[in-house]
Every structure is written in C-alpha cells, then in structure tokens.
C-alpha cells in the first residue's frame, strides 16, 4: 500500500464511450500526476497538477481531459478514444509538483481496453 | 528528449544468486530513483539517490548513484522468488532551465527457484 489508490482497477471500453479513471492519495501530498504505461515503452508523463493547478501538459491529446478538484483527487476524463490508447494509466503523488526534486508515489493503476 | 537506457533488458537468475543492473543516460540529473513493478501493480519506490557518489542500501538492494551523475545501478543480493518484477530507473533533473523527469524502459527480472 502506497496510500494512492486508483479506481477501477481494469476498464474496457467502446471508442464512442466516455469514462473517468479516479485516482486518490491519503498522503498529503500536494501534487499529483497522471502516466501512460503502454508495452515495452518507458513510462510517459501525461499531466502534473500542483496545489490543483495544472502545471504539465506533455502534449496529450484533447481526448484525455483531466480534472484537479482538491489536492487528494484527480480524475482523468476519456472521450472518444482509440484502440492505441489502451495501456495501464498510473496515478502518482509527491510532497510538491518540483519534478526533480520530490519523490513520486504510485498508485496500482488503470488497466484500460480500448475496443 | 532525455532518454535512459537500462541493461541488461531482461534476466534469468537461479534463486540465491546476486543481481546487478545499470541505468545511463545522455545528461545528468540530481536525482535517480529505482522502482520495482509487479505484474498489475503501479511501481513502488525502493531506493532513492540524490548525491553523485551516494551509496545506499535498503535490505538486499543496494544503488549507488554514479559520480558522472550520467547513470547508476542497482543490485540484489541473495534472490528469492519474490523478486521477480519489472525494476525501472528514473532520473529527475531541476535547474535554471527547467525540470525533467524521464524513466528508462525497465529490467526485467525472473528468478528460477
């Protein structure tokens, strides 16, 4: 147990549903992160949100929308996905949003389908 | 972008035996973490460094972080079962010209009882 916990687990979805992953940290941290985990390619930053502003946009496309209520929650809105957008999304904490130099702890992650 | 590139890509070791993988990148950063992935699960922090030089061990596992600030390695004393998993770097890196945090594709790690 890390203290992030992510819900669903696993989600299997049509390209014409809308869904959201949730995410939760229970450590205080102020920052929170979402990942893409796709086979055999490394770890792919999405969004950072500090103090529940978004700080870190690497280039996601509009499908993913995510949503920073307060420093515990982040929810990541999917709309109209594709198949190659499934992958295993990760949720992350740390102390503050400095990448670089805080310590980031990870949830058990989203395992997504896309159909 | 950064890039880290981690060897070996995967291993099969007897339980018992010891196990060292590396980490190395392109540039430097101040700090490199190791995490271990299981099969499901989100990965979870097992040593973090944040000194070039640095040498810390946390049970069997012991990380050291090179003195070029460029790479670093992990290794695992006396394997057991448990073991077995996807061991990622990460290399974190804050200056004046702004922040990046990369992590490498992963070691993957199988242990043979």
């Known amino acids: 147990e890390t203290g992030v916990t992510q819900t669903p687990r696993h989600l299997v979805m049509g390209m014409t549903n809308k869904k959201s992953l949730k995410c939760e940290q229970h450590?205080?941290?102020?920052?929170m992160y979402w990942y893409k985990q796709s086979a055999k390619k490394p770890l792919e930053l999405m969004f950072v949100?500090?103090?529940?502003?978004?700080?870190e946009n690497n280039s996601v496309p509009s499908r993913f929308s995510p949503e920073c209520p307060n420093s515990s929650h982040l929810f990541l809105h999917l709309h109209t996905l594709q198949p190659e957008d499934s992958a295993l999304y990760l949720c992350?904490?740390?102390?503050?949003?400095?990448?670089?130099?805080?310590?980031?702890?990870f949830g058990p992650g989203t395992r997504l389908t896309v159909l | 972008g950064q890039q880290l590139n981690q060897s070996p890509q995967s291993m099969f070791i007897q339980e018992g035996e010891d196990v060292s993988m590396n980490c190395t990148s392109s540039?430097?950063?101040?700090?490199w973490l190791w995490y271990k992935q299981d099969p499901g699960e989100g990965p979870v922090l097992l040593i973090a460094?944040?000194?070039?030089?640095e040498l810390t061990s946390n049970g069997r596992l012991t990380a050291q972080f090179g003195i070029t600030r460029k790479d670093s390695f992990l290794n695992i004393s006396a394997s057991i079962p448990s073991d077995v998993g996807i061991y990622f770097c990460?290399?974190?890196?804050?200056?004046?010209?702004?922040?990046?945090?990369?992590f490498g594709p992963g070691t993957r790690l199988s242990v043979l009882p």
């Open positions: 992350a904490s740390s102390q503050e949003g400095r990448i670089g130099t805080d310590t980031q702890y």
């Open positions: 450590l205080g941290h102020n920052a």
């Open positions: 949100y500090n103090f529940k502003e978004q700080t």
């Open positions: 540039s430097i950063f101040n700090t």
């Open positions: 460094l944040y000194k070039a030089g």
């Open positions: 990460a290399g974190q890196l804050r200056d004046n010209y702004g922040q990046n945090f990369v």
